[in-house]
């Protein structure tokens, strides 16, 4: 069961959860969920399948709330100040757990603000984004000194696939059939993410 917890972000408290594996492989993932405008929040079901196939691979998993969600203090910021928490949420992880290896992770909206963290400052080790909604979105700047994975839906309608075809840097890992929330291909999806996460 995840534990809950309230970490010191910009603009008050930060809702957060913290779960734990069964058996720990010495890493810690950060989660970042979909746009907060339109119903994402850190128990989104994409979301999901991402914690548990970190969970199965003997991860640590932190999720939380952007401001202005659940119990994060704050409001919706266009994306500025959520990276700002995202950092904040990425902060606290170091001091926790200073010797285990950080990956970030995030869905849509999330995976932007994972993107531009990055660019903020953040050190992962690894990078997943899934449905990162480029050409949607800006994903400028430098790329991570570190692998970053993308899992996308071949039918993305929140994709420019010639963008994506021209991410340079990026391994992307294309899920047939599949749509922006991967409607009837979730199985796919954590496939593709198991396969991903045995290789490093």
């Not at 929040?41 to 199965?56: C, E, K």
């Not at 704050?74 to 926790?96: F, I, M, P, T």
Request: hydrophobic content about 45%.
């Amino acid at each position: 069961m995840p534990t809950h917890i309230d970490i010191p972000g910009p603009t008050g408290t930060i809702e957060a959860s913290v779960e734990t594996p069964e058996q720990t492989a010495g890493r810690i993932a950060v989660l970042a969920h979909p746009h907060p405008q339109y119903g994402g929040s850190m128990h989104d079901a994409v979301l999901d399948v991402l914690a548990r196939q970190l969970l199965d691979a003997g991860t640590l998993v932190v999720r939380f709330n952007f401001r202005g969600v659940g119990g994060s203090d704050g409001h919706y910021d266009n994306g500025r100040g959520e990276a700002d928490d995202l950092l904040a949420v990425v902060a606290w992880a170091a001091r926790e757990y200073a010797d285990s290896a950080l990956l970030l992770g995030g869905y849509s909206f999330g995976a932007a603000m994972t993107w531009r963290a990055c660019t903020l400052g953040a050190q992962p080790q690894q990078v997943l984004l899934l449905a990162p909604p480029v050409g949607t979105m800006a994903f400028d700047g430098n790329l991570p000194d570190c692998p970053v994975e993308v899992f996308a839906g071949e039918q993305d309608e929140f994709i420019d696939p010639s963008k994506l075809a021209a991410w340079q840097g990026v391994t992307v890992h294309q899920i047939a059939g599949a749509n922006h929330f991967f409607s009837g291909r979730i199985n796919e999806l954590a496939a593709a993410i198991r396969a991903t996460l045995s290789q490093h």
